[in-house]
């Protein structure tokens, strides 16, 4: 089901949000919405976690998984050509979202479901409703420019 448009995240961002959601080396990282495969392989490359992107664009998913080889990441990033309401989400330690506030609305149950207690939710520029974040930042891209600033949420499953 298609639920958000592509629009990846400039990496400056997303390396904020890796930050922020404290990301360690050995954790379960996953991107729902894994676009050209940016975040997970940030995610492996830099910040030593076990990286896992679900794109449902079969042209998305293989540009990026030829990353992933490209960059020697294959046995640390999966990239999952599929829906991501039919991947399982137990074993996710930290959960990546830049999808919408309607999408993440559609998304909610099954993160709570299935997401263990204090798995890290860090949201690109959409909260989730009805969930109340343990942080949110305004992040300047630029700061000599001044914009474009993005709202980064950050969410600890209770």
Not at 97 to 110: D, Q, V
Not at 121 to 129: A, F, G, L, N, Q
Request: with cysteine; proline share 6%.
């Amino acid at each position: 089901m298609f639920i958000a448009p592509f629009v990846p995240s400039p990496l400056p961002v997303v390396r904020y949000m890796l930050v922020l959601a404290d990301l360690k080396p050995g954790e379960v990282f996953f991107d729902l919405g894994a676009g050209d495969g940016r975040t997970v392989i940030m995610a492996a490359k830099e910040f030593g976690a076990r990286a896992v992107g679900v794109e449902l664009r079969e042209d998305l998913a293989k540009k990026a998984l030829s990353t992933v080889h490209e960059e020697g990441l294959q046995d640390r990033v999966t990239i999952v050509n599929g829906d991501i309401f039919s991947v399982d989400l137990t074993s996710a330690d930290v959960v990546f979202l830049y999808l919408t506030t309607s999408a993440n609305e559609k998304i909610k149950p099954k993160l709570e479901a299935e997401l263990k207690k204090g798995v890290r939710v860090v949201s690109h520029d959409y909260e989730i409703v009805g969930w109340k974040p343990v942080k949110v930042d305004n992040f300047c891209e630029n700061p000599k420019l001044g914009y474009p600033t993005h709202t980064i949420y950050l969410y600890r499953k209770v």
